[in-house]
């Protein structure tokens, strides 16, 4: 007996349709809208560099695809609306959104995992109390309000329509805090609670709401913390973070493919307010 394959054939299919990807030009996200250009998905690139953003679309159009570039700072209300305006005017309002702008930078980090009496005597700084707020907050801002205000701009037409996804990016360090990274982990931790909070209050109206998880994935804005910068080898904290991925490696964007995928297309209908952990097993080993 031959098993029906055509039936399941469409449950992935996501051509023809239209996605706005935020942060495209980087690495985790332009590959993200690489796969969906080419997955016939007419992709809207918009990055916070113009230059970045037209050459990732330039890579879709090569490639096959339909894709247009827009230069965007997501934490800017009157550009978002503007570009809201033009996708809507070439494509029509999006089917898909994918929250990817965000990151790390050491305004928002510690100098040291732990906070001891010889740092606060000597004045050797490094610790919570030497955070500057303007650091913590552009950090928060960017991966907190860098996703709640693109979704402000891009979902209503989704809503309006009564269908639609939208796979925001949080972190392992929304699960259990980084050492270091508070800024960063408590930013993610809002997008995680803000994905559920949003998943039920669009649930009536058909757009789904989800959220990645990744783990460590090398990219330009986590350098500084895990390659030493003389030896250009691992630091201390890198090869903790490889001993605690059960897998043994660091992430690379297209292992974050096959979930974006799914959680796009109807084959996961039923599936709001989720956060899915792509770590390479990290959240789930202990000792």
Not at 230 to 242: C, H
Request: glycine letters at 14%; one cysteine or more.
């Amino acid at each position: 007996m031959s098993f029906p394959t055509k039936r399941y054939a469409g449950m992935f299919d996501l051509s023809g349709r239209t996605a706005v990807v935020t942060g495209g030009g980087g690495a985790l996200c332009g590959t993200m809208a690489q796969c969906l250009g080419e997955l016939g998905v007419k992709v809207a690139v918009l990055d916070l560099r113009l230059e970045k953003a037209e050459e990732r679309a330039a890579s879709i159009r090569n490639a096959g695809g339909e894709a247009g570039a827009f230069a965007c700072d997501v934490l800017d209300e009157k550009e978002l609306g503007a570009c809201a305006g033009s996708i809507a005017g070439m494509w029509g309002a999006p089917d898909f959104l994918v929250n990817g702008a965000g990151g790390n930078a050491p305004g928002g980090t510690t100098a040291e995992e732990f906070l001891e009496r010889e740092m606060l005597r000597d004045d050797k700084g490094g610790g919570f109390f030497d955070l500057g707020l303007e650091g913590f907050s552009k950090v928060f801002d960017l991966n907190f309000l860098g996703t709640v205000l693109p979704t402000k701009a891009f979902s209503r037409g989704m809503v309006e329509r009564g269908k639609g996804s939208i796979v925001n990016m949080s972190s392992m360090s929304a699960i259990t805090p980084l050492t270091k990274t508070s800024a960063y982990s408590s930013a993610k931790a809002a997008v995680t609670n803000f994905t559920r909070w949003l998943a039920v209050h669009f649930s009536h109206l058909g757009v789904r709401v989800n959220a990645l998880a990744p783990g460590f994935f090398m990219t330009e804005q986590l350098r500084f913390m895990y390659v030493d910068r003389e030896t250009g080898g691992p630091t201390p904290r890198a090869k903790k973070v490889l001993a605690h991925t059960p897998m043994g490696r660091y992430g690379e964007p297209q292992d974050l493919l096959g979930a974006l995928v799914w959680l796009l297309s109807d084959s996961s209908s039923f599936v709001t307010g989720s956060v899915i952990p792509i770590d390479g097993g990290f959240s789930s080993y202990t000792i």
